[in-house]
Structure formats: structure tokens, C-alpha cells
């Protein structure tokens, strides 16, 4: 496809469960970002790819949260334990080059996970 | 962290009127982005200016990196131009949101 590709688009789960959220992102974008939007808040960013390394993996909000990119290109955002806190808008975007360079974001639409 | 905060909060204008949002940053950053989410939910990166100023149709930004602060200028403003504006700096590792300026422009 043309654009970045979030999948499940909506998600709807148990408290305690995990679930994994898929970000595809625009072929031959290097950097790959995932942000967090909560009911009602501004955006939170959780972590950066570059290639397949995160050099910063402090926006995590805790250490139920992982991420990980393989190959360069699909990304997969985790969350183990679910707790209803968790329940936002996941957001993935990707661009061509690193946050050193001015090059502009394109974002996915979104996963929206809901936790009962 | 760099703290970054956006003024308005809210906004609310009549078509063709002209605004004003501010981001405000706590630490020299390496670069700042203007970002528009629509009423549906997407996000559109709208500007990459670490400083001076660049302009796209009707909008406008300008960056004084060494007063800390960014303008994004809207004019004729038209009611696709609702939604919430953020406001994002890096300091080549992360990325750091301001909580957004919501505009809505009344028909």
C-alpha cells in the first residue's frame, strides 16, 4: 500500500490479557515511531526506530510495553498484562530517514485498544 | 525532559479569520514539528522548522530557536482547518508533545 498500515484497527480485550499491535510502515522508510494518544490527551511518544535499533527506550510507559522491528520494516508494539489504563489510540508513523533530518512524518491511522 | 507547552488550549473562529497558536520549549532542541489532527482522528505532519520561517498556502510558521518558542500563523481560516494542532521537539532521541491547541472554525 501507499501509506503506513496499523493493524487491528480496533481492538477490544480483557484487563490481564496481552496483545500485540502491527504497525507496516511506507517501503523504504528507515525510521519508524509509535505514539500514544489517550481519550481526550495530547499525543505521547513511546519509542523511535532507526533501522532496527530503538536508542531510546525510556517513553516506554512501563515494562509491560516492548517493541520491536524486524528486517528494517514491520514493527509490533506489545503489551503484556493489559491494565485499563492502557486503553488509547495507538499511533505509527514513518519517515525516510532519522530524527536527524528533515524529513516529514507520515502517519497510520491508528489502533484503538480498548481494555475491559 | 523538555517540557513544551501550546497556547490556546481551545480556539474557536469564523471562517475567513486569522490565528495565532504558540508552542513554547524548555531546552534547545534539535528540531520542531507542527502537526494537525483532523476531527476523524489523522494526523498530518504540517511543518519541519527548527527555525526561521516557512510557509505552506495558508498557513505559516515561524521558529525563534534562541527565544524558545514557535508561531504557526493561520489565515482565511475555513472549517476543514478544524482539529487539534500539536506541537512536537526532539533532542535526537525523543520526541516531546506539546497537549495541543483545538480549533474549531464555525461556518
Known amino acids: 500500500g501507499a501509506g503506513v498500515s496499523q493493524s487491528p484497527s480496533n481492538k477490544v480485550t480483557e484487563k490481564g490479557k496481552d496483545v500485540e499491535l502491527r504497525c507496516d510502515p511506507i517501503?523504504?522508510?528507515?525510521?519508524l515511531y509509535w505514539y500514544r494518544q489517550s481519550l481526550g490527551q495530547g499525543l505521547e511518544f513511546l519509542i523511535y526506530f532507526q533501522g532496527n535499533s530503538a536508542p531510546d527506550k525510556s517513553g516506554l510507559p512501563s515494562d509491560r510495553f516492548s517493541a520491536e522491528r524486524t528486517g528494517g520494516s514491520v514493527s509490533t508494539l506489545t503489551i503484556q498484562r493489559t491494565q485499563q489504563e492502557d486503553s488509547a489510540v495507538y499511533l505509527c508513523?514513518?519517515?525516510?530517514?532519522?530524527?536527524?533530518?528533515?524529513?516529514?512524518?507520515?502517519f497510520g491511522d491508528g489502533t484503538r485498544l480498548s481494555i475491559l | 525532559g523538555i517540557q513544551v507547552e501550546q497556547s490556546p488550549p481551545d480556539l474557536i473562529l469564523q471562517e475567513g479569520a486569522n490565528s495565532t497558536l504558540r508552542c513554547n520549549f524548555s531546552d534547545s532542541v534539535n528540531n520542531l514539528q507542527w502537526f494537525h489532527q483532523n476531527p476523524w482522528g489523522q494526523l498530518i505532519n504540517l511543518f519541519y522548522i527548527p527555525s526561521g520561517t516557512k510557509q505552506n498556502g495558508r498557513l505559516s510558521a515561524t521558529t525563534v530557536a534562541t527565544e524558545r518558542y514557535s508561531l504557526l500563523y493561520i489565515s482565511s481560516s475555513q472549517t476543514t482547518d478544524s482539529g487539534v494542532y500539536f506541537c512536537a521537539v526532539d533532542d535526537f532521541n525523543k520526541f516531546y508533545f506539546g497537549s495541543g491547541t483545538k480549533l474549531n472554525v464555525k461556518p
Open positions: 508513523a514513518s519517515s525516510l530517514a532519522s530524527l536527524y533530518s528533515n524529513q516529514p512524518q507520515h
Open positions: 517501503s523504504g522508510h528507515t525510521a
